[in-house]
C-alpha cells in the first residue's frame, strides 16, 4: 500500500541549468582531437569541410600539447554572469568583457596547479593581446554556429533533465548518491562541497549536457558545478528499473496474480492449481514458469512431489523498489546507492556520444585518477 512521501525541506543552494559554454566545451575538445573525431562521428561531422577549424582549435593555444582544452572559457563565462546563459550573443559578450576584470589570482579548487597555472596564463594573454581576444571569439562563434539550432530546439529536453535531477535532491537522495565521483581531487573535495552546500555556503549547479554524456567538475570560489549527459538519468532509471518492470509484467495478467496469492496462502502443486481454479495443467504450469522466471515463486520437491509457494521476500522487495522508482524517482534507497556498483554512464543524446575513453574533455570533466580527463572503460 502507497503512502503519502514526506519531503523534508532542503537547501535552496541546489539547482540545475542547461549551459551553452559547456556544451561548447565538448565541441571544442571534438573539433582539437582527432582521435575523439573516430570515437564520435556524428559530433566529427560538424567539421566535415571545415578541417581549417579544426586546424585553428587544434592551434590556437600554441602550447605544444595533445591535451588541448579550453576550460577557461567556462571559467570566464562564469566571471561575466553567463555560465547558465542559452543565448549565444549574450556569451559572447559575456566572455569578451570578462577577461578585463577576471582575477589572476582565482581560486580553482577543481584544478591542479599546472591547469590553474595554464588558465590564468591564457586570461593574461587575451587580456593583452585585444586581436587574440577577437580571435578567441570568432573561434567560439564559428564552432557553435553550426550546432546552435539544434540545441536551442533542445533547452526544453536539456531543462528537464536537470529539473529531474533536482528533484529527486528535493525528495532526499543524498548528494553523494547524485554527484558521479571519478576523480581524486573530487573525491577528496566531496566532504567539504556535502557540508557548505548544506549549510547554503557553497552554491551547487547541475548542467545537463546535450552533447556528451561523462561527468564534468568544475569549482570555483562559492560554486560548485557538476555536468552530465543529458540522457544518464534517463538511462540509469531505464536499467535500475528493467527488473521492476519484468516482474511487474509478470503479474499483471489477472490469472497469474490470482495463483501468486493462492501460493502466498498455502503452498500447492501444479495439479492442485488447475483443480482449484478449473484450468488445464499445461496452462496453470505456464503461468507458474512466468512467476517462477520472475523470481516471485520458489519451488521445493516433497516426497516426490514439487510443491510451489510464492517467495514473500520477493514480493515485498518488488513493492518496496516500485514505491522507490514512483515515489523517490531514484529506483534504490541511499543505503542500495552507497553499497552497489555504479550504472554504467549513459551515452549522450547524439549518436556516438560514448560515455568512456581515453579521450581528454574540457578541463573540468573527471576521470578515475585526474579531474582533466574522462571516466575511462
Known amino acids: ?18 549551459s551553452l559554454v559547456s556544451d561548447l566545451s565538448w565541441l571544442l575538445s571534438v573539433a582539437a582531437r582527432p582521435s575523439m573525431q573516430a570515437r ?20 590556437f593555444w600554441g602550447e605544444g600539447s595533445e591535451e588541448t582544452c579550453f576550460g577557461e572559457m567556462q571559467i570566464l563565462a562564469h566571471h561575466g554572469g553567463a555560465l547558465a546563459e542559452t543565448d549565444p550573443d549574450v556569451v559572447w559578450r559575456a566572455i569578451d568583457s570578462a577577461v578585463a576584470t577576471v582575477p589572476l589570482d582565482l581560486d580553482m579548487p577543481s584544478e591542479d596547479a599546472s591547469e590553474r597555472e595554464t588558465y590564468l596564463d591564457r586570461f593574461r594573454r587575451l587580456r593583452e593581446s585585444p586581436e587574440l581576444l577577437r ?9 557553435w554556429a553550426p550546432v546552435d539550432d539544434m540545441w536551442q530546439q533542445a533547452l526544453p529536453v536539456i531543462t528537464e533533465a536537470g529539473r529531474h535531477v533536482v528533484a529527486q535532491y528535493e525528495r532526499g537522495r543524498s548528494l553523494e548518491a547524485l554527484i558521479p565521483v571519478g576523480c581524486d581531487i573530487l573525491r577528496d573535495r566531496m566532504p567539504a562541497i556535502v557540508s557548505g552546500v548544506e549549510s547554503g555556503q557553497l552554491e551547487l549547479i547541475f548542467v545537463p549536457c546535450l552533447f556528451f554524456g561523462t561527468s564534468m567538475y568544475l569549482e570555483l570560489s562559492g560554486l560548485v558545478m557538476i555536468g552530465t549527459g543529458v540522457g544518464q538519468g534517463d538511462s540509469a532509471a531505464r536499467a535500475r528499473t528493467e527488473s521492476v518492470a519484468k516482474r511487474l509484467k509478470a503479474v499483471a495478467e489477472p490469472t497469474r496474480l490470482a495463483l501468486l496469492h493462492s501460493l502466498a496462502t ?11 481454479f478449473r484450468l488445464a495443467q ?18 521445493e520437491r516433497v516426497g516426490g512431489r514439487l510443491r510451489l509457494t510464492a517467495d514473500p521476500a520477493a514480493v515485498e522487495a518488488l513493492l ?16 542500495a546507492d552507497a553499497a552497489a556498483p555504479a550504472a554504467p554512464a549513459a551515452a549522450g543524446v547524439m549518436a556516438g556520444a560514448s560515455t568512456t575513453g581515453s579521450d581528454r574533455m574540457p578541463a573540468t570533466v573527471v576521470e578515475s585518477t585526474r579531474s582533466g580527463e574522462p571516466v575511462t572503460a
Open 1 to 18: 500500500m502507497f503512502t503519502e512521501e514526506t519531503v523534508t525541506a532542503r537547501p535552496a543552494s541546489v539547482t540545475a541549468s542547461p
Open 40 to 59: 564520435y562521428p556524428q559530433l566529427a561531422e560538424m567539421f566535415n569541410g571545415r578541417e581549417d577549424l579544426a586546424d585553428r582549435v587544434r592551434g
Open 135 to 143: 580571435e578567441y571569439l570568432d573561434l567560439l562563434r564559428e564552432v
Open 266 to 276: 498455502a503452498p500447492s502443486t501444479v495439479g492442485e492449481l488447475a483443480v482449484l
Open 282 to 299: 499445461p496452462t496453470v504450469s505456464m503461468h507458474v514458469k512466468v512467476l517462477r522466471q520472475s523470481g516471485l515463486v520458489r519451488s
Open 320 to 335: 518496496g523498489e516500485v514505491r522507490r522508482a514512483v515515489l523517490l524517482g531514484a529506483g534504490q534507497d541511499q543505503d
